[in-house]
């Protein structure tokens, strides 16, 4: 997935040096960003560090290699700059869990190193509000504990497309992009985890959920 005309012309300013082209990259996805962040970081360190902490970092990571972008790359910029504030976010938990972060390499990760996977609290919590929204008489944190038990009872590959594709609200393009995969695999596995999604909800809940 290539670049438009307009955003390589940016990265060939910012690559230049020009320090408003680099401002400009970075808060034009900031937002997307940071919901990566919310939804991966974990619990156990948020009362050290937060969401800024890790778009600070990635911000000055992304102007030190900026340079790669403008040498032919056609890579996805909002998928390189992701890729960018994963791996600050994973050298993050490394920092303050060490050994307590679990060490199976995982599927998202394109660097091929152990990252932080979706919190099944941060997705239970988002799907419970989307519920209580409509349904007044529901208790969101009834329905948060149910759905994280549902969630966590789900294969990691579910969670991770369910994530990508519903939670941060990537491109089908740019889910290929992240997870090695066709277009036509990520529409093939995205559909059967809402499938098993949405069977176990009606099963756990008596709820219809659709997206």
């Not at 409509?134 to 549902?150: C, G, P, T, W």
């Not at 789900?154 to 992240?178: G, K, Q, W, Y």
């Not at 909800?201 to 709820?207: A, Q, S, V």
Request: charged residues 30%; neutral net charge.
């Amino acid at each position: 997935m290539s670049n438009s005309p307009e955003l390589n012309a940016l990265i060939s300013r910012a690559s230049a040096g020009d320090a408003e082209a680099l401002v400009t990259l970075f808060e034009s996805h900031r937002q997307r960003l940071k919901r990566m962040i919310d939804l991966r970081m974990d619990a156990r360190i948020r009362s050290r560090c937060d969401a800024s902490d890790v778009l600070q970092e990635s911000y000055v990571e992304m102007c030190r290699r900026i340079p790669e972008l403008a040498e032919g790359n056609q890579e996805s910029f909002f998928v390189w700059l992701r890729r960018i504030a994963f791996g600050r976010l994973s050298k993050m938990h490394r920092k303050h869990l060490g050994a307590q972060m679990r060490t199976v390499d995982r599927e998202v990760s394109l660097d091929s190193i152990p990252g932080p996977d979706a919190s099944s609290i941060c997705l239970a919590s988002q799907l419970a509000g989307q519920f209580t929204s409509v349904h007044r008489n529901l208790v969101q944190a009834e329905l948060e504990v149910k759905f994280r038990v549902i969630l966590e009872a789900m294969s990691e590959n579910d969670r991770e497309i369910l994530a990508l594709r519903h939670f941060e609200e990537l491109s089908t393009e740019e889910t290929a992009a992240v997870l090695g995969l066709t277009r036509s695999g990520v529409l093939k596995r995205y559909s059967r985890a809402l499938g098993r999604l949405s069977e176990a909800i009606k099963r756990e809940t008596d709820l219809a959920w659709t997206v």
